[in-house]
């Protein structure tokens, strides 16, 4: 007979779990693909789909139809990716928090742990805010190896989620450093950032869409914004491009960011979203697919400076984040190399077309391996994605102090509304901030970074027609950009596509329509999740 | 595909779409498509269109038709014959001339450049040789050719008038006028008006714009946001008769005329705002916008606005020119948003014709 | 304990050392020879001429004659032929022995491998049968599993792709696992494979047992019943393949030669449209969806037909295969070597096969108690990948008549402003195919030794090493190209390896008594098996040139690597006991026990214990029915497992590069308690001859249960096990499946006499599966495959699994009265989807309304009506063999088929929907019938064209193409001429003056001559999607989605024996 062990295999290219967790090192190890692996998903095509092209800030003429045209359905592709992908965020979370407290001994610090725990309950908070933000009542997980064999977990109500998360994330500020263990890595400030986000938000939330927002969280949302500005020790970076000009990763600005890098042949832990975004093959690596992609005519008319005209839209504009965002013929980028027939040079954006062409993406978009010191490859780009950047603080403060008002002129929240807005090169707004104008200025500071979409859900708790009728009055549809002069333009005239049928210009969004359905396939095998929601505090 | 052995014929050219179908073509543009209608055409392999191949894909050519696109190069030799080269060697030659466009001119990008600088002009259809013709009858040093764009050495002896381009397909005057000194409006050569001699240069120092035409404009100021900072104008009779320059038409029809003058942003215009008053009886504070950012990176511009546009944008603040004979209240101010350390520089304001009536075509 | 594994070169050694011993031998014994004739006195050459009990043996020459050497005369002569009753006979004093043999008219004392084992046909107590090397021959194969179809009731056979060298799909007695592999074990002269369904990414066509030669097989034995199969306890659930291949015959050497030259066809012809048919539905399109129209197009009467990219793309490729083989020995070794040369080209470019393989089996008896034996056999397969099948078949529907194969300047065509095609265009494969390299190298070393000892009279003990050695590399290359508007900017290539090894020890004793009429047989084995393998690859970018396909060629800024290794052990303890008393009842037990690293402490062993009754009614005194030569019972029930893959007991921790450092995060949920999955099987079964056994029918009935079913937890998207990063679900025992099958073999002598014999073999058979629990019963198991517009199959409890889910069409809508009055698509807010022309209009689909949120139709068109559209499997499938044979003419009729099988023709789906006109694709002709809505005389909206079923031309929101609806839905029943083959040997007379030559046989064949069937794709056998995205958990099954279809082949063959 043979010995024993003959028939005791345990896997040769891999450590098992109860191996693990056994040294500071491992344990940062283990949280360390929370800061990407588990977002890939949702960064991949969801981050764009679902963040901008719903919202109406970006578009893709031929492609993601069903996320432009707010037609998401419970089989459109991102809808499945980005639910799967959150919660695979929430997986991963709960597994690390329980392995760590089973699987860690002595060998691990106190400090350690508690911190990596608290990563681990920040990176679900946030993942659960996408959640209840896109879904509504979604089921609150805390612990997966409970439901392995469970079939009867019922959605929590939107409430509820809300109420959970922020108590999660306080959790978290408490436990979280206040200077980052390693670059990249969550503090205190990330947290609390998120909290200032979560609170404003929330603040809507308890509204039930009655248009008043609840003073005593928006008074947390600007105390924590507040704290942020003030204490944090993040600044913004003085020239908006340069938040995306390589590399610019885990820079003053950035609170939180998904921490990609380039990894050759490797699926998951680095950034495949420029692929997608790129215009062409000739300023990327082997992807540029993005062709058909770009702002959208309503996002192109919120510049200052573009402005109407009997034929459409014309002029310039001072504002910086048009050229960091998106491309418009003639524009010249010093930081990408273009392939030319028989050569190359710095990228200057084409002139093509006669009645239909595309502002295409820039953001994020960084060029070929070669402008990138070589870390670069199809689909594979090392660079990081924002989740959160001190600008957006600042116009949290501003609207937490609007709060119910229509309008303030409160010294503050001006000042930090300022902040953002001269950063873009433009001069200071002096007229009072209302909701419209934070709105703007957050629609044009964070468009394709996947940001629009969640304003306008933020808004629609509180005020639902509102949101309605922002996009509503969008144009979705092509239309033909055309520089004075090429190259060297000094202005741009904009006309929509004339055979464009004007009936589909328009989304029609209403309540029956603006939340994303349940993926169809995850209600087929979990019947479950059709029984009504649940407070979670109430179970 | 393959003839069937028959002699190849052409019995006409036609466009595609069928509405048009039967005009028959005896000649095309470059890049345009064209089918070729005949007998036994199958075998063809290669279309030339003077001395220039035409690009052939198989998928189009068939026994009765062959669709090519005229190449979009630019023969040398002409022959104004359409060449088909079958399979089997044999030729077939057809008339069809190449319509070559002549060249286009649409701008100089500093219609003041001076005499031995080079000068950008844009347009179209520069196929070389090209010779570019100032008023005065001198030829300038062609430097540079893209296919929309020249760069000419200005040479010494040229004068104030439109330029001709000339290419082996035509030759073309061009609308605008090299030094362009028809209808000046405002220029400080003399300063006339209410404000700021103080920014008028007359002497060029070192370090300053070179004067292109006498006398110039030049604002070197940190200007705050919403300061009032005149430039230059001030009401008809202040102004004299450099007012009254502005043509009775382009009140009447704006459309036929554009505002241009030339512009040197020593420092960027990237802020607060510059307005013209021109054309008006008094003053209309907050138009016309010409707004930033602008940058001609320290060199002299010529900038171009539809005087439509500038009329229109009166209009809108229920101002609506009219014609006057006593001449025309005239403002370049410098208010609005932002602050702006600026160090800009102006001459030249002419309101001129789009189209230039009197040049010989 | 365990011994080191072998090298090969030890192996040679103790080959040479065996030879060595046989030839040392003193020879003292007497000769008798003799020659063997048939009933009619015709010489049989070839025949097996032994010593009963001693290891003399020879084979008879071209003219019947042999010589043998005997020590006694009490000395017995065994001679057995193919086809020919054995017969014994004393010598007594004779020196010369002339025999005739008699023709077998039955086959039941033919002695049959059984696992760990032989046995006398008739004596078998469990449903097995049996494929012969001369079955083999006839059927132009690739690989050996393509030469199994239709040869055994039972066996379900789906080839997956006509690729050469592609997958097939093997189901013996029915679906056996939810998501884990259905494919049999394949016991190889004792090495045990087990057969793999699907394998990932760009080699995913490829085939595991592609590196066996069909023409070095002896026969295969298909074990079907529980008690055949129990004896292989935990790997057996799927049945088994015991494939035993050639081995010497003492005597003269026999040298055979043979050569196969094929051609293969391409597949048939698809309406697709022309160019100028195309221009005008790319008008019609635009007149009604808006967009541009390309000039070239705006008159299709200047038009011509364009490319025909089917003519293009599919071409009559060539096959051919030469072996050559040498057997012989004398009484103490007997060897068989053999080398084979395949190269096999696909009707595809870009697609090949090439196969180098030879054998040595060395047999040798040195000793009266001592017999020795060695097998080893090597080959390398060469496939080429390039033509990726999943795409060809599509590109060639797809691709527009109007991009050229190439270029007038040389360059390859693709979609460009010259042509017109947009950039959505399929690109040109032909060029992808020239310019792109995907090779696959196998190498694989199968071989072992054995030894068997006579310890006393009736006692033996056996012990063999195997081992399986494999070697795996592939390369595969993208070069920079530009080709129209697909670009591929910079150069790739990706390189892999492969190791794995198995072996296996085996200890038998076997016990044979007779004691009057009871008759014993006992085994024990203890076997231990081990396997590992070790993956390496590499990837870089920017290569600079495209002769050097060598990595260091590349960026080495952009080099990644990947790696992994696993390994496997079981050990076994397994006995059986036969009781058989006068041949009259047969009583059969065996007891399994395997122990496997797949499973943790409490679970690590599993038992699996058969037992089986045969009753020879036939040979019973009172049984006296001249008629009936035989008629046997049999029962038996048994047990088998599966064990799953291994590792599912740990959770690994998965590394993932960081911008500080690796991390980690847990790849999988563990599930230390995973169970055996077990099957408990009942098996009822009757033979029964007649006149002679020229008629023999057997049939079976079989009822198996399986329990434990393994499989990765279904569990819902919440859970976080799906996608990039995720933990996957773990492997658990949850709910139980049911088959019920039946099968029946019919065999007839129908005419015999000394010109002419017809012999025909029918075998059908049919299986239900049905899942019997689930986790819960409202649980269902998707397979939902996203690349194929989310099809999905599904299993619930009740039902046979892989349903096809879709909806139901019931034509399209003629009017707006219609419209209204029918449920429609609604919004999120459950209000009606508008009538009108950018939402539901006439000429859309009308769905049928099934159910409802409260299990009752509703109105509304929505997920809830969704409902089971097909079922993949046939009711029966059948083979029908017809062999004649005239002087020295034969010939043989194959025909295949199956019943009740569905087909969901998605190629035709994606292909008639006239909204991808914008994707610059070419449609089938139907797609040109897309409904026109029009405004009657009255007013009233109606169809121009109200006899079509293609719905209009819209991208609204009634997912006229987006949804799978029956429409698509197929019946997949054929049969089909699946072979053809004369042959002809050449007369002695003739070859008797070649001296040299002892046969020839010259044939020809034709396979997959016709078809018979509904099915309106290219082939109704569509196996199991194989595409780069398919795994155990969303390969689609039935669903046509442009498989690379059997075509027609004609292969002339040449065999010469020396």
Redesign the interface.
């Known amino acids: 007979s043979c010995n024993k062990s003959f028939l005791e295999k345990p896997p040769t290219d891999s450590i098992v779990d109860a191996s693990f967790y056994k040294t500071d090192d491992q344990v940062l190890a283990a949280t360390a693909l929370l800061y990407s692996q588990v977002w890939f998903d949702y960064n991949d095509k969801a981050s764009y789909n679902l963040g901008d092209f719903r919202a109406g800030t970006a578009y893709s003429a031929y492609n993601d139809r069903g996320n432009v045209l707010f037609n998401t359905t419970g089989d459109t592709p991102e809808n499945g990716t980005a639910w799967r992908s959150f919660f695979i965020v929430v997986g991963q979370a709960n597994l690390a928090i329980q392995n760590i407290q089973k699987y860690a001994g002595d060998g691990v610090s106190p400090d350690i742990k508690r911190m990596a725990i608290a990563e681990a309950r920040f990176m679900r908070a946030l993942a659960y805010r996408f959640l209840v933000m896109n879904w509504g009542a979604v089921p609150i997980i805390e612990n997966n190896l409970t439901l392995l064999a469970d079939t009867t977990i019922q959605r929590n109500t939107p409430e509820s989620v809300w109420r959970y998360i922020t108590n999660e994330m306080r959790a978290a500020a408490e436990d979280l450093p206040e200077t980052p263990l390693r670059p990249g890595r969550l503090s205190k400030w990330s947290a609390e950032g998120m909290l200032a986000r979560f609170y404003l938000t929330r603040a809507g939330v308890v509204s039930g869409g009655s248009g008043s927002r609840d003073q005593t969280f928006l008074d947390s949302a600007k105390y924590y914004a507040d704290r942020v500005i003030r204490m944090s020790g993040a600044s913004l970076l003085t020239n908006y491009a340069e938040l995306f000009l390589y590399p610019y990763d885990n820079n003053a600005e950035s609170l939180f960011s998904l921490q990609w890098t380039f990894a050759p042949g490797a699926w998951g832990v680095q950034n495949s979203t420029p692929a997608y975004l790129a215009y062409s093959g000739d300023i990327a690596n082997g992807d540029g697919w993005g062709g058909d992609k770009g702002a959208t005519w309503w996002m192109i008319s919120l510049y200052d400076g573009i402005v109407p005209t009997e034929t459409g839209l014309a002029g310039r504009t001072l504002d910086q984040r048009l050229k960091a965002t998106f491309m418009l013929p003639g524009a010249h980028y010093s930081e990408i190399t273009q392939s030319i027939p028989g050569g190359k040079q710095e990228l200057v954006f084409p002139f093509s077309g006669t009645d239909v062409n595309f502002l295409s993406i820039k953001k994020y978009v960084t060029g070929k391996a070669e402008d990138v010191g070589g870390q670069a490859a199809s689909q594979n780009y090392g660079h990081d994605t924002y989740m959160q950047r001190l600008a957006e603080i600042y116009l949290i403060y501003a609207e937490a102090v609007l709060g119910n008002g229509t309008s303030t002129t409160d010294e503050t929240a001006m000042e930090y509304f300022n902040k953002v807005h001269t950063r873009a090169g433009l001069p200071p707004r002096e007229e009072p901030l209302t909701l419209d104008a934070i709105l703007k200025e957050r629609f044009i500071e964070f468009s394709m970074e996947g940001m629009a979409w969640y304003d306008l859900v933020s808004l629609h708790y509180h005020n639902p027609q509102k949101a309605y009728d922002i996009l509503n009055a969008q144009d979705r549809e092509r239309f033909f950009t055309e520089p004075d002069q090429f190259p060297n333009p000094t202005s741009w005239k904009f006309i929509k596509t004339p055979w464009v049928d004007p009936g589909t210009r328009n989304i029609n969004a209403n309540s029956g329509n603006f939340l994303l359905p349940i993926p169809t396939a995850e209600l087929n095998q979990a019947p479950n999740l059709r029984k009504p929601p649940v407070d979670y505090f109430n179970k | 595909?393959e003839s069937t052995g028959g002699e190849p014929q052409i019995r006409y050219i036609r466009v595609?779409?069928?509405d048009s179908?039967d005009s028959l073509l005896v000649g095309g543009y470059q890049s345009n498509?064209i089918?070729i209608?005949g007998e036994n055409l199958g075998g063809a392999?290669?279309v030339w269109f003077n001395d220039q191949q035409a690009?052939?894909?198989?998928?189009?050519?068939?026994?009765n038709?062959i669709?090519v696109?005229i190449p979009s190069q630019v023969p040398s030799e002409i022959t104004n014959k359409l060449r088909i080269i079958f399979a089997n060697g044999h030729i077939l030659e057809h008339d069809f001339e190449v319509q070559i466009s002549e060249p286009l001119i649409l701008?100089m990008d500093n219609e003041y450049t001076l005499a031995g600088e080079v000068a950008t002009i844009?347009g179209n259809y520069f196929y070389e040789p090209l010779t570019v013709t100032f008023t005065g009858g001198g030829t300038g040093e062609v430097i540079a050719v893209e296919d929309d764009i020249i760069r000419v050495r200005i040479p010494a002896d040229a004068q104030s008038g439109p330029i001709t381009i000339k290419s082996n397909f035509g030759e073309t005057p061009s609308d605008f006028w090299y030094r362009d000194n028809r209808n000046i409006i405002l220029s400080s050569d003399p300063f006339t008006g209410w404000w700021n001699a103080s920014f008028v240069v007359s002497n060029p120092g070192a370090g300053d714009p070179p004067a292109i035409n006498g006398n110039y404009i030049r604002v070197t100021r940190s200007i705050g946001?919403w300061a009032w900072t005149e430039v230059a104008g001030g009401a008809a009779d202040a102004m004299g008769d450099i007012s009254k320059k502005l043509p009775d038409e382009a009140i009447l029809k704006p459309e036929k005329y554009d505002l241009k003058f030339e512009v040197n942003t020593l420092k960027p215009y990237?802020?607060?705002m510059i307005k013209f008053n021109f054309g008006l009886q008094s003053e209309v504070n907050d138009a016309y916008q010409w707004?930033?950012?602008?940058d001609t990176g320290g060199q002299w511009q010529t900038v171009v606005i539809p005087f439509e546009t500038i009329i229109q944008s009166y209009k809108e603040l229920g101002v609506t020119p009219v014609v006057n004979p006593n001449g025309y209240w005239t403002r370049v101010l410098i208010h609005?948003?932002?602050?702006w350390d600026c160090d800009i520089a102006f001459d030249n304001f002419r309101v001129v014709p789009k189209i230039d009536e009197s040049k010989t075509e | 304990m365990i011994p080191h594994l072998l090298k090969k070169a030890e192996l040679l050694f103790l080959a040479l050392a065996i030879i060595q011993l046989a030839v040392g031998q003193a020879n003292t014994q007497r000769q008798v020879s003799g020659r063997v004739m048939d009933e009619s006195g015709a010489v049989l050459s070839g025949v097996s001429v032994t010593v009963k009990g001693l290891p003399q043996s020879t084979s008879t020459a071209n003219d019947g004659s042999y010589r043998i050497s005997v020590s006694a005369d009490d000395a017995v002569l065994v001679f057995s032929y193919l086809g020919m009753q054995t017969l014994e006979t004393t010598v007594g004093n004779r020196s010369v022995v002339d025999v005739y043999l008699q023709t077998a008219t039955s086959a039941l004392d033919e002695v049959v491998i059984i696992g760990y084992g032989t046995s006398k046909r008739g004596n078998l107590t469990s449903a097995q049968t049996t494929i012969s090397a001369e079955d083999i021959g006839k059927t132009v194969n690739t690989t050996i599993e393509q030469a199994i179809q239709g040869r055994s009731a039972g066996v379900y056979i789906t080839q997956n792709s006509g690729q050469p060298g592609g997958g097939i799909s093997v189901n013996i007695r029915g679906i056996n696992s939810i998501n884990g592999t259905n494919e049999p074990l394949y016991v190889i002269d004792g090495v045990q494979m087990a057969g793999q369904a699907v394998s990932f990414g760009e080699q995913s066509s490829s085939n595991p047992l592609a590196g066996l030669n069909p023409a070095d097989i002896e026969d295969i034995q298909v074990l079907q019943g529980p008690s055949a199969t129990a004896i292989y306890g935990s790997r057996a659930t799927n049945g088994v393949l015991l494939i035993t291949t050639k081995r010497g015959q003492a005597g003269q050497t026999k040298i055979d030669y043979s050569g196969q030259y094929t051609i293969q066809t391409g597949p048939k012809r698809m309406e697709v449209m022309d160019l100028r048919q195309y221009a005008q539905m790319v008008n019609e399109y635009h007149e009604i969806a808006g967009g541009e129209t390309p000039q070239q197009f705006l008159d299709p009467s200047l038009l011509g037909k364009g490319t025909d990219w089917q003519k293009e793309l599919f071409r009559s490729a060539p096959m051919h295969k030469h072996q050559l083989s040498l057997g012989g020995g004398n009484d103490r070794i007997t060897y068989y070597l053999s080398g084979e040369y395949m190269d096999q080209e696909g009707i595809a470019p870009g697609s090949g096969f090439e196969r180098y393989g030879s054998r040595l089996n060395i047999d040798a008896k040195p000793r009266k108690w001592l017999s020795l034996g060695a097998n080893l056999s090597f080959s390398q397969t060469d496939e080429s990948l390039t033509t990726s099948q999943e795409n060809i078949i599509s590109n060639g529907l797809q691709l527009t008549p109007q991009i050229p194969v190439k270029n007038q300047d040389g360059s390859w065509g693709g979609g460009d402003d010259n042509n017109g095609a947009n950039q959505f265009a399929p690109v040109n494969p032909l060029a992808i195919a020239s310019l792109t390299t995907n090779d696959l190298t196998r190498r694989q070393f199968l071989g072992g030794i054995n030894v068997g000892i006579k310890i006393i009279e009736g006692l033996e003990f056996r012990s063999s090493f195997n081992t399986n050695f494999g070697f795996a590399n592939s390369d595969y290359y993208i070069p920079v190209y530009k080709i129209g508007w697909a670009e591929n900017a910079t150069a790739s290539l990706q390189s892999r390896g492969n190791l794995n090894t198995y072996w296996n020890w085996n200890q038998l004793l076997e016990y044979n008594k007779q004691l009057g009429k009871h008759h014993i047989n006992l085994m024990a084995t203890h076997e231990a098996q081990a396997s590992n393998w070790k993956n390496l690859g590499g990837r870089r970018t920017g290569f600079l040139t495209n002769d050097i396909l060598d990595l260091e060629a590349g960026d080495p800024l952009t080099a990644s690597a990947t790696g992994g290794s696993g390994d496997w052990a079981m050990e076994s303890y397994l006995g059986r006991i036969n009781y058989n008393y006068d041949d009259r009842y047969i009583v059969s037990g065996t007891i399994r026990t395997d122990g496997s690293v797949n499973f943790g402490e409490e679970n690590k062993w599993g038992i699996f214990p058969s037992i089986s009754a045969a009753w020879r009614v036939t040979q019973e005194d009172f049984f006296n029915v001249p008629a009936i030569s035989e008629l046997k019972l049999r029962f038996e029930t048994g047990t088998t497992g599966n064990q799953g893959g291994s590792g599912y007991i740990y959770s690994p921790m998965r590394p993932g590069a960081t911008p500080s450092g690796t991390g980690f995060l847990p790849s999988r949920y563990n599930n230390p308690g995973l169970q055996w999955e077990e099957t408990l099987t009942y098996n009822f079964g009757i033979n029964f001859g007649l006149l002679k056994n020229r008629i023999e029918l057997e049939a079976d009935y079989y009822i198996k249960q399986t329990d434990n079913l393994l499989m990765e937890n279904p569990l819902p998207w919440y859970m976080g096990t799906n996608g990039v990063g995720a933990v996957a679900a773990p492997q658990v025992n949850i709910g139980a499946l049911e088959n019920k099958g039946w099968g029946i073999t019919l065999n007839t002598v129908n005419i015999r006499n000394e010109q002419f014999t017809w012999q025909t073999n029918f075998n059908i058979s049919g299986f239900k599966t049905t899942i019997k629990k689930f986790y819960s019963d409202a649980a269902q198991i998707n397979r939902t495959s996203w690349w194929l517009q989310d099809w999905t199959q599904q299993s619930v409890v009740g039902m046979a699994p892989w349903q096809f889910v879709g909806y139901i069409e019931e034509g399209l809508f003629q009017s707006i009265e219609e419209i209204n009055n029918s449920p429609v698509p609604v919004d999120n807010n459950g209000d009606r989807m508008p009538t009108n022309e950018s939402n539901i209009w006439v000429g859309d689909v009308k769905y049928k309304d099934i159910s409802g949120p409260n299990g009752s139709p509703d109105g509304i068109i929505d997920v809830n009506d969704l409902t089971f559209i097909g079922n993949p499997y046939p009711k029966f499938f059948l083979g029908f063999t017809n062999s004649f044979s005239y002087k020295g003419f034969d010939l043989s009729i194959l025909l295949t088929g199956a019943y009740g099988n569905d087909v969901y023709n998605y190629m035709a789906k994606v292909n008639s929907n006239p909204n991808n006109i914008n994707l610059s694709r070419n449609l089938m002709i139907r797609a040109m019938d897309y409904a026109r809505p029009i405004v009657g005389e009255n007013g009233e909206v109606r169809l121009e064209n109200p006899g079509t079923d293609v719905a209009r031309i819209s991208h609204g929101p009634n997912g006229n193409y987006d949804r799978h609806t029956n429409k698509w839905v197929e019946d997949g029943s054929y049969l089909r001429i699946k072979n053809i083959a004369l042959g002809y040997n050449l007369p002695s007379s003739l070859l008797a003056r070649l001296k040299v030559l002892q046969s020839a046989r010259v044939a020809f064949s034709a396979q997959n001559v016709a078809t018979f069937t509904k099915y309106t794709g290219f082939d109704p056998e569509v196996g199991a999607y194989i595409g780069r995205d398919a795994s155990n958990q969303n390969q689609a099954i039935g669903l046509d989605f442009g498989r690379y279809p059997l075509t027609p082949i004609y292969t002339f063959s040449l065999g010469m024996s020396f």
Do not use: C, H, I, Q
Not at chain 2, 56 to 61: E, G, M, Q, R, S
Not at chain 2, 336 to 339: I, K
């Open positions: 595909k595609t779409d069928p179908a498509l089918a209608v392999r290669e690009v052939l894909t198989a998928t189009y050519v068939t026994n038709t669709l696109t701008s844009r946001a990237n802020n607060n707004a930033p950012p602008f609005g948003p932002g602050d």
